[in-house]
């Protein structure tokens, strides 16, 4: 490809989806001061010029999503054709493995593969990179959703897609951005981690940038030169496999921000989803301000103001924990963005999880949950039944404590009348088991026995919690706590790294 040749980052190709009724950015390189011209099959045209490093960036108007194919023609001193366009609903979809998790690992796979034909679902899908820089691109194409695609693609996107493609009528274009096992602080961008209240994470890989990439260099040369060494391919010898002592690709801070969103920033999007958290449940407490911070990384980088952003709250799993408490701790984490974030949901997971599998493969509820929350938020498709129901207020009355929730009309048990999974404090902050019943349909009144003045109510509160409190929509109550004590990972904000 010479110099003056027109040249688009890959997320650009034939079979994309744009973002309908609005100005979609494309952007690309081409030589200096190079005159372009973008002409649409829709009836738009633009002309621009390269800057002096041969970038240009434009916006296209585009008309209401559609299910006819659209073609996109850039012409300067070559020509580049852009086939089989759609314009409709785009989505953003990223965390670790239970957003990478396939729909041939989700329940009902078989069924669901050979019904997966949809050709107004395409799927763009970000591989696995961890860059020191940002990246400007990322070796992908669009991908039209068929059996196969769908197969090996996120099972909780498809499910999300395939049900707005369902209830709104025009095609959904997902980029899946996800790796399993990583933690939040590679997906954020430096600059925002430091200004976000996150310089500790700055400072400690600064500190470290450069062991990083050493150790990270002799890794990668001892594993090559064990796996050549290794005389049956089908059965490595693993025992002997060389350690790594960093962390993994997908932990440090900023590298996958740099790979793996950073060549995709600004491509107009409608929202975008999360499912992560797993591996951030030791540091749980920073969390609480991370997460907000790398919501706030991604707004900044697409410069679309402040974008639907959906998530899930973390399944009940034990993490090698039984009696542990710091997922629950995460999870109110989560709980709390809904409040310090502007246009955020969160979908429960509580009553759809395995506790002895950290990969519940219920996908199809989570991806309909999500949906839900877009439909009612976005699309005006849903008046209420939408959301599961949260805390909202609590008041001690004598032995007594009243707890008022959102999103809820009627509260309602399952398996069993008895409340499970709450438990009282008094100020002493020994937390006991507590009786509750459910009052005005909406509000829990809880007590003890052994605590005549209590402080403080928790409800789910451990990594695996069995709990069984619904809405009329029958979605489950998330876990909360009333009280502000301390956290268990308070404190714990670093990686571990051989110093």
């Not at 979609?24 to 081409?30: D, L, N, P, Q, V």
């Not at 709980?335 to 974030?341: A, G, N, P, S």
């Amino acid at each position: 490809m010479s110099k003056a040749d027109i040249k688009l980052p890959s997320v650009f190709g034939d079979r994309m989806i744009l973002q309908q009724n609005t100005n979609a950015r494309i952007w690309g390189e081409a030589d200096a001061h190079e005159s372009i011209t973008i002409i649409t099959s829709w009836g738009n045209e633009q002309h621009i010029k390269a800057d002096d490093h041969g970038q240009w960036s434009v916006e296209v108007p585009t008309p209401s999503g559609s299910h006819t194919p659209q073609q996109i023609i850039l012409k300067g001193k070559n020509e580049v054709y852009l086939r089989n366009v759609l314009i409709g609903e785009v989505w953003l979809c990223s965390g670790q493995s239970n957003m990478g998790w396939s729909v041939k690992q989700s329940n009902n796979s078989y069924e669901e593969i050979k019904k997966a034909n949809y050709p107004s679902i395409r799927f763009f899908h970000v591989p696995n990179t961890m860059a020191w820089e940002p990246q400007p691109d990322v070796n992908a194409q669009w991908e039209v959703c068929t059996p196969e695609t769908a197969a090996t693609e996120s099972a909780v996107a498809y499910f999300f897609g395939r049900e707005l493609l369902e209830k709104l009528d025009v095609p959904v274009g997902l980029i899946v951005s996800a790796w399993g096992g990583s933690g939040a602080q590679a997906w954020i961008d430096k600059e925002t981690a430091g200004k976000e209240g996150h310089q500790d994470i700055v400072d400690w890989y600064d500190k470290r940038e450069q062991k990083l990439k050493q150790y990270r260099f002799e890794w990668i040369k001892a594993a090559a030169e064990w796996r050549a060494k290794q005389k049956d391919a089908a059965n490595l010898d693993w025992d002997s496999r060389p350690k790594r002592n960093l962390p993994g690709d997908n932990h440090i801070p900023f590298v996958l921000y740099n790979g793996m969103i950073n060549p995709i920033k600004t491509y107009t999007l409608k929202g975008a989803l999360w499912y992560q958290g797993e591996s951030n449940v030791a540091r749980a407490n920073q969390y609480r301000t991370l997460f907000p911070a790398m919501i706030k990384s991604w707004r900044n980088a697409w410069d679309q103001g402040d974008f639907p952003f959906y998530y899930v709250q973390l399944a009940p799993y034990h993490y090698n924990e039984y009696d542990g408490i710091k997922s629950a701790e995460l999870r109110d984490a989560q709980l709390k963005t809904l409040d310090m974030v502007k246009h955020t949901g969160m979908v429960v997971t509580t009553d759809i999880g395995n506790s002895f599998d950290i990969h519940p493969r219920k996908k199809q509820e989570v991806g309909h949950r999500l949906a839900m929350l877009a439909l009612h938020n976005d699309y005006g498709k849903l008046a209420d039944g939408f959301s599961s129901p949260f805390l909202d207020s609590y008041q001690v009355n004598g032995n007594k404590v009243v707890i008022s929730f959102k999103h809820a009309k009627e509260l309602k048990t399952r398996r069993g009348s008895k409340i499970l999974g709450l438990t009282i404090a008094g100020k002493d902050q020994k937390f006991v088991d507590a009786q509750a019943e459910i009052v005005n349909g909406n509000q829990l009144k809880v007590w003890s026995d052994k605590i005549k003045r209590p402080v403080a109510v928790r409800f789910g509160w451990s990594n695996a919690p069995f709990v069984n409190l619904f809405n009329e929509a029958n979605l489950p109550l998330s876990p909360f706590k009333t009280d502000n004590w301390k956290d268990s990972t308070e404190g714990n904000i670093h990686l571990d790294f051989p110093e």
